[in-house]
T-cell receptor, first 115, second 112 residues
Framework: EAGVAQSPRYKIIEKRQSVAFWCNPI?????LYWYQQILGQGPKLLIQ????????DSQLPKDRFSAERLKGVDSTLKIQPAKLEDSAVYLC?????????????FGSGTQLSVL | GENVEQHPSTLSVQEGDSAVIKCTYS??????FPWYKQELGKGPQLIID?????GEKKDQRIAVTLNKTAKHFSLHITETQPEDSAVYFC???????????FGTGTRLTIIP
């Protein structure tokens, strides 16, 4: 079974630039999550999709972050403009469906450095 | 909102000895508690979990215990091996608001 695919693995940008991350969840997984993991901290949920609808985006800084999941499969997360404090690993995860996120599968993440 | 505290932040254990990581949570409505292992350059991977109607669960060398009254749960790794070296995260999930909250992580180092 193929895992959660993310790209790019690394990205270095200057502050105020834009950046986009891509995620392809495990086939058949209805729920997709984007997490932000700052060095030395646990992952923090940014946004959760159920198919192509947003379930929870309460912690997404909507003035600069946006995400979409067209057709309920792939997803992109965008930051525009980036700030220094956005330096983190951005993790995508997926699970089969609603309810407790049992069997939550994570991708390897995109490490973003904002200079 | 839910707050999950995890300690210690770092733990070094001699190979073959046991390791214990502890977490406390604040939301009494939380009822599912997974543990994740994160190796360098990889995403977290679920290693064991426990629901609130169970006090203990074991899977080979790893076990998790839950004390709902005290709102704390622990991960126990016995007969530690070098491949157990990683960062471990506890988490709590609330069925009501569907939120999964992670602890701050424990970096476990197994000394050969």
């Amino acid at each position: 079974e193929a895992g959660v695919a993310q790209s790019p693995r690394y990205k270095i940008i200057e502050k105020r630039q834009s950046v986009a991350f891509w995620c392809n969840p495990i086939s058949g997984h209805a729920t997709l999550y984007w997490y932000q993991q700052i060095l030395g901290q646990g992952p923090k949920l940014l946004i959760q999709f159920q198919n192509n609808g947003v379930v929870d985006d309460s912690q997404l800084p909507k003035d600069r972050f946006s995400a979409e999941r067209l057709k309920g499969v792939d997803s992109t997360l965008k930051i525009q403009p980036a700030k220094l404090e956005d330096s983190a690993v951005y993790l995508c995860a997926s699970s089969l469906g609603w309810g407790p996120p049992e069997k939550l599968f994570f991708g390897s993440g995109t490490q973003l450095s904002v200079l | 909102g839910e707050n999950v505290e995890q300690h210690p932040s770092t733990l070094s254990v001699q190979e073959g000895d046991s390791a214990v990581i502890k977490c406390t949570y604040s939301d009494s409505a939380s009822n599912y508690f997974p543990w994740y292992k994160q190796e360098l350059g990889k995403g977290p991977q679920l290693i064991i979990d426990i629901r609130s109607n169970v006090g203990e669960k074991k899977d080979q060398r790893i076990a998790v215990t839950l004390n709902k009254t005290a709102k704390h749960f622990s991960l126990h790794i016995t007969e530690t091996q070098p491949e157990d070296s990683a960062v471990y995260f506890c988490a709590s999930f609330n069925f009501g608001n569907e939120k999964l909250t992670f602890g701050t992580g424990t970096r476990l180092t197994i000394i050969p």
